[in-house]
């Protein structure tokens, strides 16, 4: 699905969120604090927005991983490296986020941007981000989430079932997978209960911000 929707994946994301993912994406970024020495891996990369955000950042990461399953995703992203001239400095590897192909401890930070709730099992992909991160080595993990609010609530999720699938089928070509979005969104776990699976994955000092009225939450912590 995503290797089918790889071609419009990031006209739909800017288009769908108003413009407002760049925000999301620099935020989380910056609740990294990053010095321009670290190691950075950005899992479920996509077409390698957050990758190359975070080498661009001033200061941003002296050295950037992005793995993801989609290998036409990753194909889009190599491209972007090449345009922008970060090809030798961001590095995209295909992989499963639940067998990082990273050694133990080799990451300074990491970031996952809209892409834990795809992997099958989140709590064995959290496992992952703490055994590849170094000492103290810092998280930041971005994700949608239902809104407490109950007017915020109701409108989310009416344009979650009626103008999102549209446009996502006009735009993508693709039936199911503008379907599958808001489908995995009510899934996923809530705000609290993810809190709880990095907290048991080894994670210290974590924390859930929400975002544009808790529609989008930015989850933090640090390797314990």
């Known amino acids: 699905m995503f290797d089918a929707i790889a071609p419009r994946y990031d006209l739909l994301n800017h288009l769908l969120s108003a413009g407002i993912d760049r925000r999301w994406r620099r935020r989380a970024i910056e609740s990294l604090a990053l010095t321009g020495s670290e190691r950075l891996l950005d899992l479920c990369t996509g077409t390698g927005d957050v990758a190359i955000a975070a080498r661009s950042a001033r200061p941003g990461a ?3 991983v992005g793995i993801d399953f989609a290998g036409a995703m990753l194909a889009i992203g190599v491209d972007k490296l090449r345009r922008a001239g970060l090809s030798e400095s961001v590095t995209m590897l295909r992989g499963d986020a639940t067998r990082v192909p990273i050694a133990d401890g080799s990451m300074d930070a990491a970031t996952v941007a809209f892409g834990i709730r795809n992997v099958e099992d989140a709590a064995a992909a ?14 930041a993990i971005l994700e949608f989430a239902i809104p407490p ?6 409108v989310y999720l009416w344009y979650f079932a009626h103008v999102l699938p549209r446009i996502g089928r006009l735009v993508s070509r693709h039936r199911a997978a503008y379907a599958y979005l808001p489908e995995s969104v009510g899934a996923f776990s809530t705000p609290d209960e993810f809190v709880t699976i990095l907290r048991q994955s080894g994670f210290r000092d974590v924390s859930a911000v929400p975002l544009t009225f808790g529609i989008v939450f930015l989850y933090t912590g640090r390797r314990g």
Do not use: N
């Open 62 to 64: 002296r050295r950037v």
């Open 149 to 154: 609010r109950p007017i915020v609530r109701a």
């Open 126 to 139: 959290a496992r992952e981000l703490h055994r590849v991160l170094g000492a103290d080595g810092r998280l």
